[in-house]
C-alpha cells in the first residue's frame, strides 16, 4: 500500500519559514519524480515545486521561486519543501505527490498519481 505523509506544517509569521516533509511508504521511491502542491481556501490546486527522482532537476512555480526549495533524500525516501520569507498568501493546506519516472522528463504529478492527506500552513501577516 502506497502512503505519503506530509508533516511539518503550522502557524507562523510572514517571513518565517516552515520545512515540509513527505514521507513515502509502499514504492520505489528513487523511481518517483515527487511534487509539491498547496490549495488555498476558495482556490483550485496549485503546482508548486517538483523535483526529478534522482534530484537533479527541479521545477518552481514563479511566486516561491528564490524563497522555496523542493529537495529529496532517497535513502530516507523522503520528500522536503523549504519554505523562507513566508507571505500571508502562501497560507493553504500542503499536499506532496509521487510520479513514476517515464523518460527521465521532469513533469509536475497529475491525479493519476499517489497523493498524501495534506498539511496545514498559515502565514500571519
Known amino acids: 500500500q502506497v502512503q505519503l505523509v506530509e508533516s511539518g506544517g503550522g502557524l507562523v509569521q510572514a517571513g518565517d519559514s516552515l520545512r515540509l516533509s513527505c514521507a513515502a511508504s509502499g514504492i520505489t521511491f528513487s523511481n518517483y519524480n515527487m511534487g509539491w502542491f498547496r490549495q488555498a481556501p476558495g482556490k483550485e490546486r496549485e503546482a508548486v515545486a517538483a523535483?526529478?527522482?534522482?534530484?537533479?532537476?527541479?521545477l518552481y512555480v514563479d511566486s516561491v521561486k528564490g524563497r522555496f526549495t523542493i529537495s529529496r533524500d532517497n535513502a530516507k525516501k523522503t520528500a522536503y519543501l523549504q519554505m523562507n520569507s513566508l507571505k500571508a498568501e502562501d497560507t493553504a493546506v500542503y499536499y506532496c505527490?509521487?510520479?513514476?519516472?517515464?523518460?527521465?522528463?521532469?513533469?509536475?504529478?497529475?491525479?493519476?498519481?499517489?497523493w498524501g492527506q495534506g498539511t496545514q500552513v498559515t502565514v500571519s501577516s
Open positions: 505527490a509521487a510520479q513514476r519516472n517515464r523518460y527521465n522528463i521532469l513533469t509536475y504529478p497529475t491525479n493519476n498519481d499517489y
Open positions: 523535483i526529478s527522482y534522482s534530484g537533479g532537476s527541479t
